[in-house]
Structures are given as C-alpha cells and as structure tokens.
C-alpha cells in the first residue's frame, strides 16, 4: 500500500504504460507532427510519459489513497491482460477544432472499454462526476495552447499521412495508478501502485 505523503491531496490517474518500442514508433511519428506545427502552438508530450489514460482522478486526499487502491485493486482482479493495437492519430474534439492530437489505441475483444467501464464505477468516491462519454483509447501527443498561433494546415496535412500509420502491438499485463506532479520543467509521473491483470 501506499507510505505516507506530505502533500494533503495528490494529483491522481489510473493507466495503462506503453511499452518501449512502441513509444518509440509514437515519437517519431510525433517528431514529423513537431516540424510542421505553427511555433508555440502545441505543448508536446514527453515521449517517456506517453500512456493511456483510464481514468483522471484529480486532486485526491492523501488520507483515501490507501482505501483507493483498494478500489482499483478489487476492479482490476480476475480482469484479463489485454491485446492492444496502437495505429492511427487523429484529434479531440475535431481535426476542425482541435485541442489534442493523440495516437490511437484498439483491442480487438473490446476489453479496453471494459475496464475504464469497470474503473470508472470503483472510483466514484475518489473522482469528480463527469458526463458520460464514449471512451476512446488513446496516448496523448500534445495538447494546443490557447490562442491562434498561426496556420495548422501543414500540420494537419501531415496528420492525414500519418493517420493510419501502425504502431506496434503489445501485451498490457497491469494497471497503475500513478501521481502527476507539476513542476517548471513539465509534469513528473510516479507510480505510486501496479494491479496485476490475468495473463
């Protein structure tokens, strides 16, 4: 479980990691993205942060870490690892109004869904309510700052080439939940605690 924190709330999410090589696909892909982005437009991901967000957690009190993990813990047992299938990039809301850019991630048995399904109901004590939402599994790439910052179409015409580019295949044997702490530099993740899946 989790030791003891300073801080009285922590900055939480629950997801799954990317392994290596396949980060490594993404960020190349992401290199070409960078080149024709607008200067200033997009705040890129670090390539060693990229993940799949299950569920954002917030700001949580130290005091119910522990009983979180119990959540996830009990969510996650018995869950199956999952085959996943990172191709595709494409853009939230829209490639028309877009605020992120991000790669997509598939599972051919629809499990993937399941479990943000199965979080999303373990965590409600721990979460803010949200409006219910199709989940659409995905690594953030870089999210657009606020303000016109020149033409994106080169950058969008850039997308397209890439949008059905295949990035690797792997086995995601366990779940973590993970603090984001924001500094200067960037946000830092450390994760504070891994659930097994069935493999």
Not at 20 to 48: F, M, Y
């Amino acid at each position: 479980m989790t030791s003891e924190h300073s801080s009285p709330f922590l900055r939480l999410f629950i997801a799954l990691a990317v392994p290596p090589d396949v980060r490594k696909e993404i960020g190349r892909a992401q290199g070409q993205l960078r080149r024709h982005a607008p200067p200033g437009a997009v705040s890129w991901t670090q390539p060693e942060q990229f993940h799949i967000t299950l569920k954002y957690l917030g700001d949580v009190p130290a005091a119910q870490v522990a009983e979180l993990e119990k959540s996830v813990s009990t969510a996650c047992a018995g869950f199956p690892a999952l085959r996943l299938s990172a191709h595709d990039i494409d853009f939230f809301p829209s490639a028309q109004r877009p605020r992120v850019i991000w790669a997509g991630v598939h599972d051919a048995a629809g499990r993937l869904a399941e479990l943000h399904r199965r979080l999303d109901e373990a965590v409600r004590p721990f979460a803010p309510a949200e409006k219910p939402k199709i989940f659409t599994g995905h690594i953030t790439l870089g999210r657009f700052k606020p303000g016109r910052h020149g033409p994106t179409e080169t950058l969008m015409a850039r997308a397209r080439v890439l949008h059905n580019r295949h990035f690797g295949d792997w086995l995601a044997g366990e779940v973590a939940l993970v603090r984001s702490e924001l500094t200067s530099a960037g946000a830092v993740h450390t994760p504070l605690a891994t659930f097994p899946l069935v493999q």
